[in-house]
Each structure stands twice: as C-alpha cells, then as structure tokens.
C-alpha cells in the first residue's frame, strides 16, 4: 500500500475520533473530550497535506469525508444510540460506492 494512501486513512481515522469527541465534549463543555477534538483535528489535517502532495484535493476531500461521514454515522449507532432510517442507510450505501468508483476506476485517484 502506498504511504499516501496510510495516511488518508489515518486522517480519517483521526476525523472520526475528533468528531466523535465533538459529541462528548457537549459544546466544548468539558476539557478532555475538547482537547482531544483539537488533536485529532489537527492531526488528521497535517495528514491530509501529505496526502495533497500526491493526490488531487477534490478526490483527496471526497475519499477522506465520504469515509468519515459513514465512520461517524456507525459510531453514532453504536456508541450514541442513534437510528438511521432506509433512506440514510442508501445514502451511506451510495457514498460507499462513489468512493469504490473513483478508487477503482479514476486515473485521478493517484494509485
């Protein structure tokens, strides 16, 4: 796997962690859950401007928000007790697609 690509997907999994800590830090209410959103914010950011250095911006933000916005939606489920009806999960289904499709198909991908 290409070092690029390892650090898109930690800036994701940063992202995720940091707006997961948004919730808990309830309006950056409390302390710890607040520091660790400016973390891992800033952490998936320097990521992404590695990524940048090979990969075009447009599919760079689309793989890295497609892939948090269905990571959060899980970690709403599954930690928060959020429900998703059909149409949200088809949603989610199809942002999964869009990023199978510009990885598998696009020359713009960066591979």
Same mark, same amino acid.
């Given at each position: 796997?290409? !070092?690029?690509y390892l650090?898109? $997907?930690? !800036?994701?999994?940063a992202?995720t962690i *940091? #707006? @997961?800590a948004l919730?808990?830090?309830?309006? %950056?209410?409390? &302390?710890m859950?607040?520091i660790? =959103?400016l973390v891992?914010? #800033?952490v998936? %950011?320097y990521?992404?401007s590695? =990524?940048l250095?090979?990969m075009?911006v *447009? $599919? +760079?933000y !689309?793989i890295w928000? *497609?892939?948090?916005i269905v %990571?959060?939606a899980m970690?709403? %489920?599954?930690? /928060?007790?959020q429900? &998703?009806?059909?149409?949200a999960v088809?949603? &989610?289904? &199809?942002?999964? !697609? *869009? $990023? +199978?499709?510009i990885?598998? /198909? @696009?020359g713009s991908a960066?591979h």
């Amino acid at each position: 796997m290409p !070092a690029h690509y390892l650090y898109l $997907i930690l !800036a994701v999994a940063a992202e995720t962690i *940091g #707006t @997961s800590a948004l919730q808990a830090s309830q309006q %950056f209410s409390r &302390l710890m859950p607040s520091i660790l =959103v400016l973390v891992a914010y #800033t952490v998936s %950011f320097y990521l992404l401007s590695q =990524v940048l250095r090979v990969m075009p911006v *447009g $599919i +760079v933000y !689309a793989i890295w928000s *497609g892939l948090g916005i269905v %990571f959060i939606a899980m970690i709403g %489920f599954v930690v /928060f007790g959020q429900r &998703l009806d059909l149409p949200a999960v088809l949603g &989610l289904g &199809l942002i999964i !697609a *869009g $990023i +199978v499709v510009i990885n598998l /198909f @696009s020359g713009s991908a960066g591979h």
